[in-house]
C-alpha cells in the first residue's frame, strides 16, 4: 500500500507540474527566407524580482524560478521544446560555422510568452552576417594553449566595438604551433572597429608596425558575402606583465 501510494503522489505531482508548463516551436530562416539548419536556439526564463532594498543581490518573487532549454533546427530550419515553465522568455540565437548575428547581442529578440498547457508559435528571421577572422602569428609560442580559467585574465583579447562603446569578444577556434586564430560573427555596413588588448605579450600588425597593448582600435566596415580577414604578430613578452 505505501509504494502504491508513493506513486499515486509521483503522479499526481507530475501532472500539476505538467500543468504549469507549455511548449514553443516554430521554423528560423535567414532574412532572405531561408531555413536555417543546424542552428541553436536557447530559451532562458525571465522571472520576476522583488523590489531592491539595500545593496543586497536582487532576489525572486516568491514561486518565481529560472528555467532555460535549447533546441537545434532541422534541415528546413524547425525546432521545438516542450515542457518549459510558464512566463516570458529571452531567445537566442547562435550558430557554429555559420555567420548568424544572435539577436540576443545585435539586435532586438523576439518576445515570447509561454502558457500554461499551450504551445506558442515562433517563426522569425536572423540576420546573415560575414565573419571577422583574426589571425595571431605566435612562432615563440608566447600565448598559452590552453583556455585561461574564467577567474584569469585572458592573455589576448580580440573583439569588436560598436555602437557607443559596446563590446564583444571573438572565440578562439583553434590553436597550432604557429599561433592561434580567432573569429566571430559580425553585421555588415555597419562602422566597426577590431579591438586588440593584451597585458601579457606586445602585438604587431602584419607589417611589423608595434600596436597598443592598452587596446588598438581598427576601423572596419564589412560588406555581404565577403569575411573580414586580419593578421597580427605576438613580437614578445610584456616586461610589466604578472604571470
Known sequence: MKNTYLVV????LGS???AQTGAVSGTITDQAGNALAGVTVSYSRLPGFLPRTGSGPPRLSPGESYASA???????????VQGLP???YLVCVAAEDQPILDPCKWSTPPPLEVTRQSTA???FAVQRGVFLRVRANDPKGLLPASQPSPMSPAHLIVGIIFGTGASLAAQRVSVDTGGQDY???IPTGMPLQLWLVSGFVTLA????APLQNVGTKIPLQA?????QLFTINVTGKLITAVQ
Open 9 to 12: 503522489m509521483c503522479l499526481l
Open 16 to 18: 500539476v507540474a505538467a
Open 70 to 80: 535549447s533546441a537545434t533546427t532541422d534541415t528546413l530550419g524547425r525546432q521545438a
Open 86 to 88: 510558464v512566463g516570458n
Open 121 to 123: 508559435s515562433l517563426d
Open 183 to 185: 573569429r566571430i560573427a
Open 205 to 208: 600588425d602584419q607589417n611589423g
Open 223 to 227: 560588406v555581404p558575402g565577403v569575411d
